[in-house]
C-alpha cells in the first residue's frame, strides 16, 4: 500500500510552541526573579538572626544542626525572652521568663533559603544574564557566590576537626574527635598489640530511643543502652537520694544526670556525655552488669591516657569498657621537643604559643623538625594542624587542632571573584555618576547668574577653619605643669604587658575608678591624675595619706550607697576614709555573688549577713550583685596601687625583670620571716605563743632582714626614696624642695640603661598624646561643622551666597578635622608598633569608623557639593567620637592583643575592611534619616538641584537617593570582602572558615540587608523613600553587629559586654523605629510633597522663598547650594500623587515600565 506524497503548494501547517520548553522557561524564570532573591535575602536574615540568638540557650553545634542545616526549623521563643531579659532587664522585663514548650513557629531552615537560593542564582544567569562588559562584573560576583555555596557544601560534608594532645618528649599518631564519641572495647592480645572495637556515639545514641540491642560479631558482648546523656554530671552516689542504675563497675561510686548543654563556642567547656549500658553474654539473655560509661572518667584535654578503667571478663578474656572522644589513627606520629608559651611582660596573658615538633612519617622515609604556631599551621597529607591549647598548669604539653576539608580552597577563590565583580559593577556605576555629575556642573557653570558673596561669605570660610584651630591648638599646647611631676609622669614603667608612661597608668586607673583623668584636691582645684597616683603609691596602705581623703571612687547605684551607709551626692564620688568604716559589708556581699579563692569569707556578725541578703532580696539580685563587682573592682585596683603592686616600675637589672616595689616589698618580707623562723622550732602561725620579749626580737630581725633584702636590689631603693620624699614634700613643715627633685634624678640615672631609647621616646610622645587627646576634641570640631552646614540649609531660602560661605566652611573645617581625626589614629600605630592596622580593640573601631565616615562624607561632598556630606560626616564622625570617649573608661585604649589576634597582616585586611563597612553602613542610615526628617518637616526635598545637560536639574530627593545607592554599594562591598577575609582568618587560625559565631553572624546580616536593600531597588519594590526606611533597619542591624552581639555573652568574640552599652543599643533600636514609622507616613502627609502642585510643573520657589527672580532657584546638584539660573516651569519634572517623577515612588514593578525599570 503506498502512501500519498503531499502536495509540494499545499500550504505548510504552522508549528505550536513546544509546551515542555514553554513550562521550563516559565519555571526559570520564576526562579529568576529578583523579587525572589530580596524574599530569600528577608527570610536569610530572620534565620540568622534567631539562629544567633538560640547559641544563648542551646549548644553551638546543636543550633548550626537546627538552624542551619535543617529543611525546617521550629524557632521557640526562649531566645526572645533570653534577649529580652539581656537588653530590657533596666525596665524591669522578669529575668526568670520562660516560654511553654509548644511555643514555637515553624520556619525555613538553612537548606531550603540556601538551596533556593542558589537555583535562584542558576536561574537568573540562564535567563537573565548575557555576557557583556557591562554585566561582567554582577556575572563574576554571583559566579563568587555560587562557588561560596559550593564551598560550604563539601565544607560541612567532608571537613573532619580532630584535636591531638601531645605531651613533652613523647610521639602521638592518633587524633580526637571532640564533637563525637564512642564506646571502646580494647582487648589485649597475646603479641603485646590491643585489639580495640568500637560503638559510635550515634548507634548509642539511636538505640537509646529505640531499646535495641546492638551486637557486632567483633564485639566481645552485646550491648543495650538504658540511658544516654549528651552532657551530664558526676555525684556522689552516697550524697544523693537517688536509685543507681549502676550494678557494677566505677558507676556504684557515682551516678551520672542529664546536664544543660554547654552554649556558645567561646566559653572553653565542651559537653561531657554519659551512658547507662547493660552488657550481655553475646547471643545471650545472660547479663554481665550495668555499665556506667562516662566521658568524665577518659576525658582530661591534656593527657592521651587517663582516668580510672573499668572492666568486663567474658570466656577468659578482659575487655576494658570506656566512653572516650572518636579516635583517627594516622601513619605518621609527631613528637612534641619543645612547647613554648611567651607572655607578654609581667602578666600571664599569652604573646604566643608554639610547638617544636618532629614529623615522622615511616611510609615515606621522612623525619623532619616543624613548628606550628598560632596562625602559622602546618600543612601535611591533606590535614593541617593549628596550634590551639595547651595545659596551663604544666606548660608541658600542646594540643593542635587537626583539619581536613577538600574545599578549604574555595572560599578563598570565592572572595577574589566577588570582590573583584562588585568592584568593577560599582566602579562603572560610579564612573558614569562621576560623568554626568561633571556634566551638570559645566552646565551649571555655565548658566552662573548669582549673587555675588559679601566680604563677610568669603572670609567665613577662614573663620571658621581658624576656630576650629585654635580649639585644637588650645588643646595641642601641652599644660603647665611643675617640672617634677612632668618628668614623673615620663617616667617608663610596665602594665598590662607593655612598657608606657606612668601618666598613663594614672590616668587609665584614675578613669576606671572616677570615670574621669582629673581629681579635685585638698584645694578644691583639679589636680593631674599623676598627682593622685603618687599620693597613693608614698602613703601607708591602705590609710593615712591625702589619698585616703580624696573624694575619687565613684559609686552609682543607690543600693550600694545604702549597703555602704552614704549619701548621694553630686558627682557621685566617695573617699576611702568614707567607705572604710562598712568595707566589710561590701565584702560580705561580693562574697554572695563570687566566692573568693580559698574559701574566705567577710568577716561579718550574723546581723550583718542578714542585712546583705535583704539587700539582695530587696531588688534584682543580678543587676545589684553587678554592681558590688563593679565598686569592689575599683577598690581592689585602688588597694594595689596603694600596696605598689602595680605598676612595675622598676626596670631590668642583671636576671632580673621588670617588677614592682611592692612586689619587691612582699619577698623580702616573706624571705626576712623564713630566716627569722628557721632552727627556731617555732611556725609563724604559733608567734603569739612566744614570750614578748622574743616576739619583739623577732619583729626587729624581720624588719632588718627585711631591708637588707630590699637593699640588695638598687632599683627598689631608690625607687623608695623617691616614694618618700614625694610624701614628705607634701607635709607641712617637713617640705625639702630639693629632696624629691634629687631623689627623681637618682632613680632616673640609675636605670637609664635600662630602657631603651625607643620605649622612653614613646613614652614621651604617649604623654604627650595624653595631654592632647585629639580623639576627644574633634567632637567639639564635629559640633562646629554640623552646626554651620545646618546653617548653610537654613540659609538658602534667606540668602544663598551666605548658604554657599556655610556649606565650603564646614567642608573645610571637617577636612581639617578629618586630619586631627587621623592624627589620633596613626599616633596609636606609632605607640602599638603596628603599621596600617587601624583597630585593635573596641574604642579603636569606634574612632576608626568615625574617621572613615568623615573621609566618605568628605568625597561625597566634593562630588555632590550640596551639604549632605557634610552633615552626614559631622554626625557620623561627632556620634562615634563621643562612643570612644565613653569606651575609654574600661581601661588602657592601647592594650596588648590576645595570641590569636596578634597578626598584623590580618588586623590590618579583615578588620579595616569590616569596619569599614561599618561606617559606610552607617552613613547610608544617616542620609535615610535625613531624607525622612526633611520630607516630613520641610520642602527641600521638592526643589530641584542642577540644571543638567538637558536644562532639567534632579528634585533634591532624586539626589538623596542615588548618594544613598551609591554608598550601599561601597557598604556592600567592603562588607562582604570584610566578611569572607575574616572567615579565611580564622580558617588560617584554627581551620574554620565559618562557625556560625554571633559576631560572625552579625557581620553576615549586614551583608545580607544591604544585598537585600539593592536589590529591592533594581526590581522597583522601592524607590528613594523605601530605601531611605530600609538604610534605618540597616544602622539597627549594624548596631546589633557591632555591639548587641557581645552582650550574649557565647562565642569566640565575647567581648565588651556591659549594661551601658547594651542601653545604648535599645535606644538606638528605639529611636529608629520611630523613624521607621515616621518614614511609613504617607507621601501626602509630607511636606516636601503633600504641598507639590498637581500633575503640571514643580513650583521651585514655592516652598522657600529666595531672593531672585522669576519662578526660584534651582539648587546645583555637583557645584553649589546656590541659586544658578531661573527656573521656568516648562521643563521641571511631572510629579505624581505620591512626589516622585515617574508616580510610583515606593510601589511595584509596573509591567508596562519594563524596559525602564530594567535600565535602574
Known sequence: ???????????????????????????????????????????????????????????????????????????????????????????????????????????????????????????????????????????????????????????????????????????????????????????????????????????????????????????????????????????????????????????????????AEVSGVGDQTIDLPSAYV?????????????????????????????????????????????????????????????????????????????????????????????????????????????????????????????????????????????????????????????????TQQLATEAAAGAERPTLFERALPFGVVGLGALILLAAAVPKPSTTDLGRLARLPVVDGGRVKPLDTVARVALRKISGREEFVGDDGKMRPAVEWLMDAMASPPPKGGPAWKYKVVRIE???????????????????????????????????????????????????????????FESGDRDVFGGQVLEVAEKLHLYIQLCSREVPLALPPAGDLKWRSLGQIQTAAQRNAMMAAFQGRGVKPIDMDKLPEEEQKKIDEEIRQLAF???????????????????????????????????????????????????????????????????????????????????????????????????????????????VAHGFALFARMYLMDRPLVFVTNLYSTAVFIGWTAVGLGLFMERVVPIGLGNIAAAVVGGATAIIAHNLAASGDTLEMMQAVLDTNFWLATHVTTINMGYAATYVAGVIGILYIWLGLFTPLLARTVGTGPAGRGQTLARVFGQLMYGVLCLATLLSFVGTVLGGIWADQSWGRFWGWDPKENGAVLIVLWNALILHARWCGLVKDRGIAVLTLVGNMITTWSYFGTNQLGVGLHAYGFSNTLATGCVITWVGHTVLIGMGLVPLRYWRSFGDAPQPGVLAAAAPIPVAVPAAGPALPVTAELVPSAPVTAAPQPVIGTNGHANGNGNGHHKPGKGKKNKKR
Open 1 to 259: 500500500m503506498s502512501l500519498p506524497l503531499p502536495d509540494p503548494h499545499d500550504p505548510v501547517p504552522p508549528s505550536g510552541p513546544n509546551p515542555v520548553a514553554a513550562v521550563l522557561k516559565g519555571v526559570l524564570k520564576a526562579f529568576a526573579s529578583l523579587r525572589l532573591t530580596v524574599a530569600l535575602l528577608a527570610l536569610g536574615v530572620v534565620l540568622v538572626f534567631f539562629g544567633t540568638l538560640a547559641q544563648k540557650t542551646a549548644g553551638m553545634w546543636t543550633v548550626v544542626d537546627k538552624y542551619f542545616w535543617s529543611w525546617v526549623v521550629m524557632i521557640d521563643l526562649q531566645p526572645t525572652l533570653e534577649f529580652c531579659k539581656i537588653f530590657l532587664r533596666d525596665i524591669g522585663f522578669p529575668k526568670n521568663a520562660e516560654s511553654p514548650s509548644w511555643a514555637a513557629v515553624p520556619f525555613p531552615g538553612g537548606k531550603l533559603i540556601g538551596g533556593l537560593m542558589f537555583l535562584n542564582l542558576l536561574a537568573a544567569h540562564a535567563v537573565r544574564f548575557k555576557l557583556s562588559w557591562r554585566r561582567a562584573g554582577i556575572f563574576i560576583a554571583h559566579s563568587g557566590l555560587l562557588l561560596l555555596f559550593v564551598g560550604e557544601a563539601i565544607t560541612r560534608e567532608f571537613q573532619i576537626e580532630q584535636r591531638m594532645t601531645i605531651p613533652e618528649g613523647k610521639a602521638v599518631n592518633y587524633t580526637e574527635d571532640s564533637r563525637a564519641v564512642e564506646l571502646a572495647f580494647t582487648t589485649p592480645e597475646a603479641d603485646g598489640t590491643q585489639r580495640v572495637t568500637v560503638v559510635p556515639g550515634k548507634m548509642l545514641e539511636r538505640a537509646a530511643r529505640t531499646h535495641e540491642t546492638i551486637s557486632h560479631p567483633d564485639l566481645p558482648v552485646d550491648v543495650r543502652v538504658e540511658s544516654y546523656m549528651v552532657n551530664s554530671d558526676l555525684l556522689d552516689a552516697k550524697k544523693v537520694q537517688k536509685e543507681n542504675p549502676a550494678t557494677t563497675g566505677l558507676g556504684l561510686e557515682t551516678i551520672a544526670e542529664p546536664k
Open 278 to 438: 547493660t552488657l550481655y553474654k553475646k547471643g545471650t539473655d545472660e547479663k554481665l552488669g550495668t555499665y556506667l560509661a562516662s566521658l568524665w572518667y577518659t576525658f582530661n584535654p591534656f593527657k592521651a591516657e587517663s582516668g580510672p578503667k573499668q572492666a568486663v571478663t567474658v570466656g577468659g578474656a578482659t575487655s576494658d569498657v570506656a566512653l572516650r572522644y572518636t579516635r583517627r589513627y594516622k601513619p605518621y606520629s609527631l613528637f612534641l621537643k619543645k612547647f613554648s608559651f611567651d607572655r607578654y611582660e609581667g602578666t600571664e596573658q599569652a604573646k604566643n604559643y608554639s610547638s617544636d615538633l618532629v614529623l615522622i612519617d615511616p611510609e615515606h622515609d621522612l623525619r623532619r623538625d616543624v613548628r606550628v604556631k598560632m596562625n602559622d599551621p602546618l600543612r601535611y597529607r591533606g590535614e593541617t594542624f593549628y596550634q590551639s591549647n595547651f595545659d596551663k598548669t604544666t606548660e608541658k604539653t600542646t594540643v593542635l587542632q587537626v583539619v581536613r576539608n577538600p574545599g578549604w580552597l574555595l572560599p578563598y577563590l570565592s572572595c577574589v571573584l566577588v570582590s573583584v565583580g562588585l568592584l568593577i559593577h560599582f566602579t562603572q556605576g560610579l564612573a558614569g555618576y562621576l560623568t554626568r555629575a561633571r
Open 557 to 615: 547605684n543607690d543600693q550600694v550607697l545604702s549597703l555602704l551607709g552614704l549619701d548621694r551626692r553630686e558627682g557621685y564620688r566617695y573617699s576611702l576614709e568614707e567607705i572604710g568604716p562598712k568595707i566589710a559589708l561590701l565584702e560580705a556581699a561580693v562574697d554572695k555573688v563570687k566566692p573568693r579563692e580559698g574559701g574566705r569569707k567577710a568577716a561579718v556578725d550574723a546581723d550583718e549577713k542578714a542585712r546583705v541578703e535583704r539587700f
Open 708 to 818: 637588707e633584702f630590699i637593699t640588695a636590689d638598687p632599683s627598689a631603693m631608690k625607687f623608695a626614696d623617691v616614694l618618700f620624699a614625694f610624701r614628705n614634700r607634701a607635709l607641712a613643715g617637713q617640705a625639702d624642695p630639693e629632696r624629691f627633685t634629687k631623689a627623681l634624678a637618682a632613680f632616673q640615672e640609675a636605670t637609664a640603661g635600662a630602657v631603651s631609647p625607643d620605649d622612653r621616646a614613646k613614652a614621651n610622645f604617649e604623654v604627650y598624646l595624653n595631654g592632647f587627646a585629639p580623639a576627644y576634641w574633634v567632637i567639639y570640631l564635629y559640633a562646629l561643622a554640623g552646626f554651620v552646614a545646618v546653617g548653610g540649609w537654613v540659609a538658602i531660602g534667606v540668602r544663598p551666597p551666605l548658604a554657599e560661605a556655610c556649606r565650603r566652611s564646614a567642608f573645610w573645617l571637617l577636612a581639617f578635622t578629618f
